[in-house]
């Protein structure tokens, strides 16, 4: 009882705290942002509070509002995307109401965008310790990509490859290293598995992607694992003004096999921008496609379905809650006779997938903004049934074809000279029937914290210091039903079947446990800035703590010349799941 009392005035103690924030102060900015040189009302524009977490984006018409506002001076920063950021100070007067306008100055070099993947904070692009490149919905738009495959595509070092014309499994590679040296990250989390990872890249819809940024380059300092050759951080989209969004695209494969996408987004946001949500949700189909005829498809049937949402809380004006939590509905199909079962097809290559994934985070800031705490949760679950294999060409056409195939190979009309023989519709034997159906599962989840301190001045210019712990835990297993009972040895050959033989597909069990801590300290000014990283990995597969250095130097002699010089190691801890091994085991 008394634990309840206690409880209850906590709680009452907490609202009437809130409801004393929250009391209207009717100081409110309004204003517009036009182009600079078209006069064109800009929509999307973000307007945010320096050194806050406040802020909002004008609306459909270009205006936007700031209202209660509480600080006698703020620092108004207007970012938009293919334009230079300006900031503006005005100053709060209690009861008035300020008009303040931007005319937004074209960037067609896109220096002045926010990254957070350079050191794990947000930061001007041209600021940036490492050289981040961007993906953006515009190019996203322009290229009509709807997964974040054919996106890739056009970033410098960045190659993306179909390894496999039957199931479609794609890679990319960054700097020409194989895609198992490259880190994808989901809001800065590593939560996209090795598992998840084989065909992540087309099942990541282009309508709950904000940006992508790329970091070619050691960035195990950073992210740990698997950050060799690069970083691909996908950042999903926040809600930022009420809005809501229809699309559908339809293509040809060789002018002729479908592709047709469905997307639709919609979010809203409180009126004192508080609160808000976005809902995404997408439904792709694709045709098969055989492009010279020959019965097996070069592109294989891909059939979608996606479902997300993204929202933040922000109880006090120095915390903030973000949460984030989508699936992935997924069936590919290749081979020939794409419609058949697939053990009863020659070849087939069929993977259906369902993921479920989330994250949660937690921002705490300081009254003077110098102190930032963040604590972080992400999981991942991967189910996937996969089949790999086929009963073989020739008995496929003995079986069911209009032809059949003698001793020899040849073709023949003569149902007695032929192997396996079976006139047309009967039916394949059961004996014929294709045994590789595999079942995977994967759980991956990453939780962690990190604090951030802003010096004014330490040693020779103002730093940054960040420091953090991360743990993460990656279980897999993988195994094959309909042949975990085949051995080596069987009774035919003397051998005992109840002395439990070795199985010749046992299934595989495997847990990765990691636990990481990280520090690094940037002094910087918009001149200069030396970075000085480290970060110490245990992981469970390897028997000692992994040391991943980095240091960084930059130079901007003017704003739009940058040099930088960088010095990283990294590493790749064996993963607990890898395609050519499983296609490997499958095929026997």
């Known amino acids: 009882m008394l634990s309840l009392q206690i409880l209850l005035a906590s709680a009452i103690g907490l609202s009437s705290e809130l409801a004393a924030q929250e009391r209207p102060t009717d100081a409110n900015i309004i204003g517009h942002v036009t182009d600079a040189k078209t006069g064109e009302h800009l929509s999307g524009v973000t307007i945010a509070i320096k ?18 506002l509480k600080q006698k001076s703020v620092t108004l ?22 008009e303040v306008n931007f005319d937004a100055e074209p ?28 993906l953006d919905t515009k190019l996203f738009e322009s290229t009509n990509a709807t997964n974040l495959a054919p996106g890739l595509i056009f970033q410098p070092g960045v190659r993306v490859e179909n390894n496999c014309q039957n199931c479609g499994f794609n ?3 960054i700097n020409g ?22 065909y992540g890249l087309e099942q990541i819809p282009t309508n709950m992607i904000e940006r992508v940024e790329v970091v070619r380059g050691g960035g195990s300092a950073l992210f740990g694992s698997s950050a060799i050759a690069g970083v691909i951080n996908i950042i999903t989209k926040e809600p930022q003004r009420n809005s809501f969004s229809f699309n559908e695209s339809l293509g040809f494969s060789g002018f002729k096999d479908l592709d047709n996408n469905l997307s639709f987004n919609g979010s809203l946001v409180s ?34 379905r996606s479902l997300g949402f993204r929202g933040y809380l922000r109880p006090t004006d120095y915390t903030r809650l973000t949460g984030e939590v989508h699936t992935f509905s997924e069936a590919r199909r290749g081979g020939d006779h794409i419609d058949w079962p697939e053990q009863v097809a020659g070849v087939a290559e069929s993977i259906r997938h369902s993921v479920y994934s989330g994250n949660l985070k ?7 903004y110098k102190h930032h705490f963040q604590l ?13 294999g086929g009963i073989g060409e020739t008995k496929l056409r003995n079986k069911a074809g209009d032809k059949y195939i003698d001793k020899d190979g040849n073709e023949t009309t003569d149902e007695g000279k032929a192997v396996n023989a079976g006139s047309i519709g009967r039916p394949i034997h059961t004996s014929d029937y294709g045994k590789n159906f595999g079942i995977t599962r994967g759980m991956t989840w990453v939780g962690g914290a990190q604090y951030t301190y802003d010096f004014d001045h330490f040693l020779f210019m103002p730093a940054q210091l960040l420091a953090g712990a991360e743990y993460s835990y990656d279980r897999l297993e993988d195994k094959m039903p309909l042949r975990e009972w085949e051995t080596e040895k069987t009774v035919s050959d003397g051998f005992d079947l109840s002395a439990n033989p070795v199985s010749l597909s046992p299934a595989l069990r495997q847990v990765i446990r990691n636990a990481s801590q990280f520090a690094q300290i940037e002094w910087k000014n918009d001149r200069w800035s030396v970075l000085l990283g480290t970060r110490l990995d245990e992981n469970s597969a390897v028997k000692k703590a992994i040391f991943s250095p980095r240091a960084t130097l930059r130079y901007n002699p003017t704003k739009n010349i940058n040099i930088r010089a960088t010095y990283a190691k990294g590493f790749r801890a064996p993963q607990v799941f890898d395609e050519d091994l499983h296609v490997g085991v499958v095929g026997g």
């Open 51 to 68: 050194g806050t977490t406040f802020g909002t984006a004008t609306d459909a018409t270009g205006h936007y509002f700031l209202k209660n």
């Open 171 to 173: 890679q990319v590679r």
């Open 362 to 368: 937690f921002d705490g800031y300081s009254e003077d």
């Open 271 to 304: 009126d004192d921008n508080r609160a808000g949500a976005m809902v995404f949700a997408q439904a792709r189909y694709r045709k098969e496609h055989d492009v010279n005829g020959d019965g097996y498809s070069e592109l294989g049937r891909l059939d979608s």
């Open 177 to 198: 290293l194989d895609g198992r040296y490259s880190q994808i990250l989901i809001d800065s989390r590593p939560i996209m598995s090795a598992l998840a990872g084989v």
């Open 107 to 134: 960037d067609n070099i896109r220096i002045d965008e926010v990254v957070v993947s350079s050191n794990r904070q947000a930061t001007l692009r041209r600021l940036a310790p490492t050289l981040v490149t961007v």
């Open 77 to 98: 920063v207007m970012r938009g995307l293919g334009y230079l950021s300006q900031e503006r100070t005005v100053e709060i007067i209690p009861g008035k109401v300020v």
């Open 376 to 388: 972080y949760g992400s999981a991942q679950h991967v189910t996937r049934n996969s089949y790999y």
